[in-house]
Structure formats: structure tokens, C-alpha cells
């Protein structure tokens, strides 16, 4: 096999066909950015749930002497350190529950602050306007019914939140946007085939002189078809190469330029996830094309 | 060199048999020319030599190999010791003289040292030394068949098929394609050539097989076109 007679014959047959390689070089990188995103966004879930659900799955809030006019739950007044010391023995007697936390106003303050920095609204607030709460974390996050059915109505609870129902739906929004992902990406995919079995095509016929004399004087048919499956190959790879700077330049605008400044509460997935999905990304950039090539040839290209 | 037994090939979607029935040998250092009108079924012969196709019924046996039997991958291996000539040339347009035929040994795989030493000795073979760096359109008919010759020669092959080398040309020029060729033949290599060319076969006084609606008419040792002409 001779190198650089095999790149000569690549490279004339990739600029021969530019406009088709072109065309075969976005859909792969779009294909392939939509994979490597959906694959991203699945990660970023899991990573969420990992958090979230490991944080606190249900919170009690307490009436506070401020709530005392304003909610109908609270019109009893505030809580008081009996009705605390009741709900935190029978919270913790209930088997579902794994722990207990109790936050003071202070820490609710504290915490506040952390999350809101130096707001308006977060200098204007004082400690004792902030809400007393248990935070319940349960042994498997679905049974939160049971503490909202035991606890919500009863005297010093304002309310019974149970955060990771909030968390689900966006959960779900990223889970269908992943799957839509997923779903354009077989499209474009699809299309990036087809154009490379068209592509495989054109350049087989505008070849078969070629391709016809290397049969004849008995060239190998690796050998015919090289040339063709690496110009398949080095346009998915670079296409594969554009998905990758495509992922890249996302985490590093879209997320940490610009999500992670809007919103604070949420870890978004690190670099090291970004990197790891490249190689793979690469890889199905340089085999998929090469594989549509090579059967694309068994029906274009006499051996 | 080659043998047919009681061949007869089919094409799928076609009822009348392209050959049948044909059974022939032909020996080492034979120069045999295969004539018979249009659809006689010599073009169906020369691809069963070359196993562009193979044989519906009967064994066909080329440089002692069965072809029938002959896995896909061994081809070019076995086309390697053919060389083929056509009536059209086939030359690469964009390419000169000397990388045609270099062109040949490139896509086999030969050392680049290798190349640089036989193709001269080729060209200067068939009368065409000095012409290397000529691109065939530069050439007249005579010459790029002479191209052709060199390329399928270039390996030195057991055997020669030449399918209507001097259909595209005068009588004068193909008189000189037909002394090489018979040069070719007198340094041991077998030529099988298809043709319509009355005069040269009457001339070359060599085996002629005739072919008529896919059967084997005649076989006549030191032959003549046709006894109708």
C-alpha cells in the first residue's frame, strides 16, 4: 500500500466533491453536537438528582409570628416550642423517614443570603422574618404524599413542600429535551447517510475509469475502496471535530458563561464530563461515515 | 493456460444463453484469435476469462486455476497475471504516459524503485521510449493503444486478452499493433484476441475460434476470418 499515492487520490476526490463534503461535514457535526448534547443533558439530570435528592426531599415549613395575619394556616399564631418538639418525635418515628433536620430562622437567613448575595431584596430582609423549618430527607423520595398528608394540617405548619416534585418537572423538561435531542439527531444522522451514500455515489461514477483499470490490472479491492472510505472517514472526522468545538464552546458559553451566572442553585456538569463524551463523539464521527461508505460502495463500486 | 468445459453462461433476466455449451483448450504460447459477429457471445468469453463473470453451467480453468471455484478475494491475485487490452484504450486522460502505466504497478502495490526501472523498458518495448512525460491526448490512436499494451504488459503476464485492439484504428496503424502483439506472443505469453478485422486474421494465419449465437462453430488451427467473406 503505497501512502501517499492513497492521500493523493483522497485528496483529489474530497476537493472534486467540495460542496457535497461540505454538506456531509455539517450534518455530521450537527448530528453528532446534538449527540454529544443530549448525552450532556442526560448527565446534567443525574448529576441533579444526585444533588437535589441527596440534599432534602421534603420541607416543613413553620409559621413564623409574621405569617400569623397573612396565611389562613398560620392563624394561630407562630409555632410554638411544643408543637416543634411533637412534629421533630413524630417525623422521626415514621418509617419512611431517613433524617431530620431542623433549620433555624438564622440558618434560613444564612443561607438565604448565600444563594441571593447582595440583592435588594435580600438586604431588606431580617432574620426573624425568616421561616423556621424541618427538612425531611426520606428514604426513597416518592413516599412524599405521606408527609404532607400527616403534617400540612397540622397547628404551626405553614406549609409541607416536598422539593423534589418541583425538581421532577424540570427533571422531565431535560429528560424530553434530551430525548428531542436525541430524536434530531437520528434525523440529521440520517441525512448525513444519505449524503454520504450520494457522495459515494457521484464519486464511484465519477471514478469507474479509475476504479475500472485498477480492477483490471488486479489492485485489491481494499485497495479500490480506500480511497473512498477515507474521504467518508476524514469528513466525518472533521465534522466529528466540529461537533467536539461545538460541545466545547457550549459548556464554556451557554453554561459557565452564562447558566452558572443566572443560576446559582444548580451544579452544572464539570469539564471532565465535557472531555470524556469528545473521544466518543470523534469516534462515531470517523466509523459511522466509514461504515455508510463502505456499504454504500458494495452497491456503487464493481470489485 | 485455459480451459473451458461444456461452458455455457446465462445472463439473469435473459432466456437466450450468451454462451453454451462451449468446451475448448487453449495452450501455452497460443496466439488465437476469437471472431464472430456481434452478440456471438465473444465479449461473454473474454469476461468469463477475466471473471468479470462467471460460468451458469461447466468449469472455466485459466493459469490452472478453476474459476468457478475462485473466492472473490483471490481475483485481483489472479488478474495480476492477466493483461487486458480493449478497443478503447482506457487510459487515465489526466495522467502521462509514463504514469499510465506506472499506474498499474502503483495500485498493486510495487516498490516505487521497481516502477521507476521497468516502466521505461516497458515503453521502449512497444515503441514508445522517450514518450513518457506525453499525455495521451497528445497521442494518436496507434500510440495510446501502444499505452495500453505497455500497462497490461508492464507485469509481464502469463496471458494477454485483447478485446478488439484495433477497432478504433486505420489498417496501417493496426498492422503495427499486430506485429507487437505478436512480439508479445513470441516471448511466451498467450493472446487471446476478440476481433472483426478480416485482413489481420487472414494475415496472422494463427488459431481462430468462431463463435456464432454462443456456440463453438469453428476451431481451425492456422485460420482464416471466415470461409463467407
Known amino acids: 500500500m503505497r501512502a501517499q499515492f492513497v492521500l493523493s487520490e483522497i485528496s483529489v476526490g474530497l476537493r472534486r466533491n467540495l460542496t457535497m463534503t461540505f454538506a456531509v461535514i455539517i450534518s455530521v457535526a450537527l448530528s453528532l453536537a446534538l449527540f454529544g448534547g443530549s448525552l450532556l443533558m442526560r448527565e446534567q439530570v443525574s448529576t441533579m438528582k444526585g444533588f437535589w435528592y441527596d440534599k432534602v426531599n421534603v420541607s416543613i415549613f413553620l409559621c413564623?409570628?409574621?405569617?400569623?395575619?397573612?396565611?389562613?394556616?398560620?392563624?394561630?399564631?407562630?409555632?410554638?416550642?411544643?408543637?416543634?418538639?411533637?412534629?421533630?418525635?413524630?417525623?422521626?418515628?415514621?418509617?419512611?423517614?431517613?433524617?431530620?433536620?431542623?433549620?433555624?430562622?438564622?440558618?434560613?437567613?444564612?443561607?438565604y443570603k448565600e444563594q441571593f448575595g447582595d440583592s435588594p431584596l435580600a438586604d431588606s430582609l431580617t432574620p426573624d422574618q425568616m421561616q423556621e423549618s424541618f427538612r425531611v430527607k426520606l428514604k426513597d423520595p416518592e413516599k412524599y404524599e405521606v408527609i404532607k398528608t400527616a403534617f400540612s394540617a397540622r397547628p404551626g405548619v405553614q406549609a409541607v413542600e416536598d422539593q423534589s416534585e418541583v425538581l421532577d418537572s424540570l427533571f422531565n423538561l431535560l429528560n424530553v429535551m434530551s430525548l428531542a435531542a436525541l430524536f434530531l439527531m437520528a434525523l440529521m444522522l440520517l441525512v448525513a447517510l444519505m449524503l454520504i451514500v450520494n457522495t459515494v455515489r457521484v464519486s464511484a461514477f465519477s471514478r469507474r475509469r479509475e476504479t475500472g483499470i485498477m480492477r483490471l490490472v488486479?489492485?485489491?479491492?481494499?485497495?479500490?475502496?480506500?480511497?473512498?472510505?477515507?474521504?467518508?472517514?476524514?469528513a466525518g472526522l472533521?465534522?466529528?471535530?466540529?461537533?467536539?468545538?461545538?460541545?466545547?464552546?457550549?459548556?464554556?458559553?451557554?453554561?459557565?458563561?452564562?447558566?452558572?451566572?443566572?443560576?446559582?442553585?444548580?451544579?452544572?456538569?464539570?469539564?471532565?464530563?465535557v472531555l470524556t463524551k469528545l473521544p466518543l463523539v470523534l469516534a462515531?464521527?470517523?466509523?459511522?461515515?466509514?461504515?455508510?461508505?463502505?456499504?454504500?460502495l458494495r452497491k456503487y463500486l464493481k470489485v | 493456460m485455459i480451459r473451458f468445459d461444456n461452458v455455457s453462461k446465462t445472463y439473469p433476466k435473459q432466456t437466450r444463453p450468451a454462451l453454451r455449451d462451449v468446451s475448448l483448450e487453449i495452450e501455452k504460447g497460443e496466439f488465437v484469435f476469437l471472431v464472430g459477429s456481434s452478440g456471438s457471445g465473444k465479449s461473454t468469453f473474454l469476461r468469463l476469462l477475466l471473471r468479470e463473470e462467471r460460468a451458469s453451467h461447466g468449469a472455466v480453468h485459466v493459469l490452472g486455476k478453476d474459476l468457478g471455484r475462485l473466492s472473490n478475494w483471490k481475483v485481483p491475485q489472479m488478474r495480476r497475471q492477466l493483461g487486458t487490452v480493449f478497443q478503447d484504450f482506457r487510459l487515465l486522460p489526466n495522467k502521462t504516459v509514463g504514469e499510465n502505466v506506472a499506474f498499474a504497478l502503483e495500485v498493486i502495490g510495487k516498490p516505487r524503485g521497481q516502477i521507476r526501472k521497468t516502466v521505461p523498458e516497458v515503453l521502449d518495448l512497444v515503441g514508445l521510449g522517450g514518450?513518457?512525460?506525453r499525455m495521451p491526448g497528445e497521442l494518436s490512436g496507434g500510440e495510446q493503444q501502444r499505452v495500453a499494451i505497455a500497462r497490461a504488459f508492464v507485469n509481464r503476464p502469463m496471458l494477454l486478452i485483447a478485446?478488439?485492439?484495433?477497432?478504433?484504428?486505420?489498417?496501417?496503424?493496426?498492422?503495427?499493433?499486430?506485429?507487437?502483439?505478436d512480439r508479445i506472443n513470441r516471448t511466451g505469453t498467450t493472446v487471446v484476441m476478440a476481433t472483426h478485422d478480416q485482413q489481420i486474421v487472414d494475415q496472422m494465419r494463427k488459431r481462430v475460434i468462431e463463435l456464432e449465437k454462443g456456440r463453438l462453430v469453428r476451431d481451425q488451427s492456422r485460420g482464416v476470418y471466415g470461409y463467407q467473406h
Do not use: R
Open chain 2, 163 to 181: 478485446d478488439e485492439p484495433t477497432g478504433n484504428l486505420d489498417p496501417q496503424t493496426s498492422v503495427g499493433i499486430m506485429k507487437l502483439l
Open chain 1, 238 to 273: 472533521i465534522g466529528g471535530g466540529l461537533a467536539c468545538v461545538l460541545l466545547v464552546s457550549g459548556k464554556y458559553f451557554v453554561v459557565n458563561n452564562w447558566l452558572a451566572q443566572q443560576i446559582s442553585l444548580i451544579n452544572f456538569i464539570g469539564w471532565d464530563a
Open chain 1, 64 to 111: 413564623n409570628k409574621n405569617d400569623a395575619e397573612s396565611d389562613p394556616n398560620c392563624a394561630k399564631g407562630a409555632v410554638t416550642a411544643d408543637q416543634k418538639s411533637e412534629i421533630k418525635t413524630d417525623l422521626e418515628k415514621m418509617p419512611v423517614v431517613d433524617q431530620v433536620a431542623f433549620e433555624t430562622a438564622d440558618e434560613a437567613y444564612k443561607h
Open chain 1, 218 to 234: 488486479g489492485a485489491s479491492s481494499f485497495y479500490i475502496q480506500m480511497p473512498f472510505i477515507m474521504e467518508a472517514a476524514i
Open chain 2, 131 to 133: 514518450k513518457d512525460d
Open chain 1, 284 to 296: 462515531v464521527g470517523l466509523l459511522m461515515p466509514a461504515l455508510a461508505a463502505f456499504f454504500a
